[in-house]
């Protein structure tokens, strides 16, 4: 019984032993062809990543990334996207590997893409070292506001070898922006709550870029002073804050405004917008468009 | 004899007494205090509507909460006779959630269908968690912990596994009410559960005679001439109901049907009749001074009730056991 079983580990220690030869051997030839054209940069974490040239297959995981990958002309090498990303219209062809909080990892390295790019820390300690030994780079980008997103595009577009697209398109989104920075200047700022969910009752802090974005409307957020970017809000304070506007971030949960606003002088004078959520929430290029209806509704 | 068992009713009835002074007391400070200062002698419209439509209707839904689970918690402990049965514990809280998260979810537009799915989905995880503990042994500890074990990870996959399905939108408000949230509290949402928790408590108490004697054994309970099967059956439709009808209005708020009766027992004993309407009293207070902390401790921002109530609720719970 004590032989046979010295046998069988002896066998088992073999097997696996010739196991990790041909996988050794296996994945040699993989790393030669490309190592030639790797060049190295440094993401948003100060990873240092490398990344072939030209990158010809690309995964997003974030629905912002997306749509700042399309701007800057590079959505054609974008291979896999996540269910979430509904922006631009081609990206309904692409196809999806899970959503943002659950991507599928064996589907991710089906497509053999050149980079992934992630915008959440947390997302990338769970599979980096798994992306990495199949050479797959992963990319931490994680635009907040809108001069991120500037800066955001100039970069994906030095990756992607379309510099001169996304300098035109970054031109372009400031020449937006500061146009309506001229409408507004000099005109008396309005309170204004930004409503996230209705209930239970959540806002936006100082720290959210969507603050940044009411002040450059011309507005001013009334819960600026708090520091967190998502709180959940206390309905008394809510309503003794009167706002003068309310804007609704669009969504299933979020189409009216709370009932402690009933006699506040927004919902009185009718100054209730709703944004989609989709565009005041991601820092995409469309937070230009966000950044000219708010203007548009404050100063109507 | 006689007079003895005089002697400690009147003594049981002033330490209830005692107990409603302190709640009143709790309410009053409760009302005090709030992320807006009010000028109680001298208020303004909107300090009228902050007072009477938002900051008074949650503090008695904490109330008829707070009474409700601990009561409910007094009920199961009795009916299975163990300290450890719990609604939170057993399942049976996951199960009114999953209740309420069907109504939401499939029956958005039936706002009233939400405590009656509730209350089912509470009956049911009942009956499976009691169906698995019962063996021809009798129900020990393990087995009704276990089963209790069971059944709240089988729910909460359940729970998980319909929130990755639906609409992520659609379900946000609901995974933050899950964890136990008061402040959707409205001035009708108030009436339902104080009203369940106030007859919950009284049904409960009329049947403490019998819970004692069934606590010594079933078959001495049947000699006393208790009516075993409709006791259990009362107990348990109630403490269901209870449990259903503040799960619905304020999600699963942890450890207060743990707690509580086990604080009440030691210090009055553990006849039931006094036992039920005193832990009625303390669950409200309890429950009203963790809202307040959640609403005022980093004001205007709030922290979620269920939290609180277990941060306090699990140290007080080690002790207990430790000093038992």
Same mark, same amino acid.
Request: with cysteine; glycine share 6%.
């Given at each position: 019984?004590?032989?046979?079983?010295?046998?069988?580990?002896? @066998?088992?220690?073999?097997?696996?032993? $010739?196991?990790?030869?041909?996988?050794?051997?296996?994945?040699?030839?993989?790393?030669?062809?490309?190592?030639?054209?790797?060049?190295?940069? &440094?993401?948003?974490?100060?990873?240092? &990543?490398?990344?072939?040239?030209?990158?010809?297959?690309?995964?997003? $995981?974030?629905?912002?990334?997306?749509?700042? *990958? =399309?701007?800057?002309?590079?959505?054609?090498?974008?291979?896999?996207?996540?269910?979430?990303?509904?922006?631009?219209?081609?990206?309904?062809?692409?196809?999806? @590997?899970?959503?943002?909080?659950?991507?599928?990892?064996?589907?991710?390295?089906?497509?053999?893409?050149?980079?992934?790019?992630?915008?959440?820390?947390?997302? *990338?300690?769970?599979?980096?070292?798994?992306?990495?030994?199949?050479?797959?780079?992963?990319?931490?980008?994680?635009?907040?506001? $809108?001069?991120?997103?500037?800066?955001?595009?100039?970069? $994906?577009?030095?990756?992607?070898?379309?510099?001169?697209?996304?300098?035109? =398109?970054?031109?372009?989104?400031?020449?937006?922006?500061?146009?309506?920075?001229?409408?507004?200047?000099?005109?008396?700022?309005?309170?204004?709550?930004?409503?996230?969910?209705?209930?239970?009752?959540?806002? &936006?802090?100082?720290?959210?870029?969507?603050?940044?974005? @009411?002040?450059?409307?011309?507005?001013?957020?009334?819960?600026?002073?708090?520091?967190?970017?998502?709180?959940?809000?206390?309905?008394?304070?809510?309503?003794?804050?009167?706002?003068?506007?309310? @804007?609704?971030?669009?969504?299933?949960?979020?189409?009216?405004?709370?009932?402690?606003?009933?006699?506040?002088?927004?919902?009185?004078?009718?100054?209730?917008?709703?944004?989609?959520?989709?565009? *005041?929430?991601?820092?995409?290029?469309?937070?230009?468009?966000?950044?000219?209806?708010?203007?548009?509704?404050?100063?109507? | 004899?006689?007079?003895?068992?005089?002697?400690?009713?009147?003594?049981?009835?002033?330490?209830?007494?005692?107990?409603?002074?302190?709640?009143?007391?709790?309410?009053?400070?409760?009302?005090?205090?709030?992320?807006?200062?009010?000028?109680?002698?001298?208020?303004?419209?909107?300090?009228?509507?902050?007072?009477?439509?938002?900051?008074?209707?949650?503090?008695?839904?904490?109330?008829?909460?707070?009474?409700?689970?601990?009561?409910?918690?007094?009920?199961?402990?009795?009916?299975?006779?163990?300290?450890?049965?719990?609604?939170?514990?057993?399942?049976?809280?996951?199960?009114?959630?999953?209740?309420?998260?069907?109504?939401?979810?499939?029956?958005?537009?039936?706002?009233?269908?939400?405590?009656?799915?509730?209350?089912?989905?509470?009956?049911?995880?009942?009956?499976?968690?009691?169906?698995?503990?019962?063996?021809?042994?009798?129900?020990?500890?393990?087995?009704?912990?276990?089963?209790?074990?069971?059944?709240?990870?089988?729910?909460?996959?359940?729970?998980?596994?319909?929130?990755?399905?639906?609409?992520?939108?659609?379900?946000?408000?609901?995974?933050?009410?899950?964890?136990?949230?008061?402040?959707?509290?409205?001035?009708?949402?108030?009436?339902?559960?104080?009203?369940?928790?106030?007859?919950?408590?009284?049904?409960?108490?009329?049947?403490?005679?019998?819970?004692?004697?069934?606590?010594?054994?079933?078959?001495?309970?049947?000699?006393?001439?208790?009516?075993?099967?409709?006791?259990?059956?009362?107990?348990?439709?109630?403490?269901?109901?209870?449990?259903?009808?503040?799960?619905?209005?304020?999600?699963?708020?942890?450890?207060?049907?743990?707690?509580?009766?086990?604080?009440?027992?030691?210090?009055?004993?553990?006849?039931?009749?006094?036992?039920?309407?005193?832990?009625?009293?303390?669950?409200?207070?309890?429950?009203?001074?963790?809202?307040?902390?959640?609403?005022?401790?980093?004001?205007?921002?709030?922290?979620?009730?269920?939290?609180?109530?277990?941060?306090?609720?699990?140290?007080?719970?080690?002790?207990?056991?430790?000093?038992?």
């Amino acid at each position: 019984m004590t032989k046979y079983n010295f046998k069988s580990i002896g @066998i088992f220690l073999g097997t696996v032993f $010739l196991l990790c030869l041909f996988s050794a051997c296996k994945t040699e030839p993989n790393n030669i062809p490309t190592i030639s054209n790797l060049r190295e940069v &440094v993401d948003d974490l100060g990873r240092k &990543v490398k990344l072939p040239t030209k990158i010809e297959r690309a995964v997003s $995981l974030a629905p912002n990334l997306t749509e700042n *990958i =399309f701007a800057v002309g590079a959505g054609d090498k974008l291979t896999g996207v996540t269910t979430y990303c509904n922006y631009p219209e081609e990206t309904t062809k692409i196809q999806k @590997i899970g959503d943002t909080m659950n991507p599928n990892i064996e589907s991710i390295i089906a497509l053999k893409p050149d980079v992934v790019f992630v915008s959440t820390a947390s997302q *990338i300690e769970s599979f980096t070292n798994q992306l990495e030994k199949q050479n797959i780079a992963v990319y931490v980008t994680n635009p907040n506001s $809108l001069t991120d997103v500037l800066a955001n595009l100039k970069k $994906l577009g030095e990756l992607f070898g379309t510099q001169e697209k996304a300098e035109k =398109f970054v031109v372009d989104l400031e020449k937006r922006t500061s146009a309506i920075e001229q409408k507004i200047n000099g005109k008396k700022s309005v309170k204004v709550f930004v409503q996230i969910s209705k209930e239970p009752l959540f806002t &936006v802090g100082g720290s959210s870029f969507m603050t940044d974005l @009411i002040k450059r409307a011309g507005g001013e957020s009334v819960t600026a002073n708090i520091k967190e970017a998502y709180p959940k809000f206390s309905k008394e304070t809510a309503l003794a804050l009167q706002p003068e506007v309310i @804007i609704l971030s669009e969504s299933e949960d979020n189409k009216e405004p709370n009932d402690v606003f009933k006699d506040s002088p927004a919902v009185k004078n009718n100054k209730i917008f709703k944004i989609n959520a989709d565009i *005041i929430s991601r820092p995409s290029p469309r937070l230009v468009d966000a950044l000219e209806q708010i203007a548009d509704k404050l100063n109507q | 004899m006689k007079v003895e068992s005089r002697k400690s009713k009147a003594k049981s009835l002033r330490f209830i007494v005692g107990l409603l002074f302190f709640l009143v007391l709790t309410l009053l400070i409760a009302v005090l205090l709030g992320s807006e200062k009010l000028s109680f002698f001298d208020l303004n419209e909107s300090q009228k509507i902050i007072l009477f439509e938002i900051r008074l209707p949650r503090i008695l839904l904490a109330a008829s909460v707070g009474a409700s689970l601990a009561v409910a918690g007094a009920g199961f402990q009795a009916l299975l006779r163990n300290p450890l049965a719990e609604p939170y514990l057993l399942g049976i809280s996951n199960g009114a959630a999953l209740g309420t998260m069907f109504a939401f979810v499939f029956l958005g537009q039936f706002e009233f269908l939400r405590p009656a799915l509730a209350f089912a989905g509470a009956v049911l995880a009942t009956l499976a968690v009691y169906q698995m503990a019962k063996s021809r042994a009798g129900m020990n500890t393990e087995r009704l912990v276990l089963s209790g074990v069971i059944v709240t990870t089988f729910l909460s996959s359940i729970i998980v596994l319909l929130t990755t399905l639906l609409d992520a939108t659609k379900l946000r408000s609901f995974t933050f009410w899950l964890l136990g949230d008061l402040s959707q509290a409205t001035p009708n949402s108030f009436y339902l559960a104080g009203i369940t928790a106030i007859i919950g408590t009284l049904i409960l108490t009329t049947t403490a005679r019998s819970l004692n004697l069934m606590m010594i054994g079933e078959r001495d309970a049947l000699d006393f001439g208790v009516e075993v099967q409709k006791t259990r059956l009362i107990v348990f439709a109630t403490a269901s109901a209870l449990v259903g009808i503040s799960v619905a209005s304020s999600g699963s708020v942890g450890y207060v049907g743990l707690v509580i009766p086990h604080i009440v027992r030691l210090i009055i004993g553990s006849d039931n009749r006094n036992v039920i309407p005193a832990t009625a009293i303390v669950g409200a207070i309890f429950v009203v001074l963790a809202d307040t902390i959640a609403r005022t401790a980093i004001a205007p921002r709030e922290l979620p009730v269920g939290a609180i109530t277990a941060l306090i609720g699990a140290p007080m719970f080690i002790y207990l056991l430790r000093k038992n």
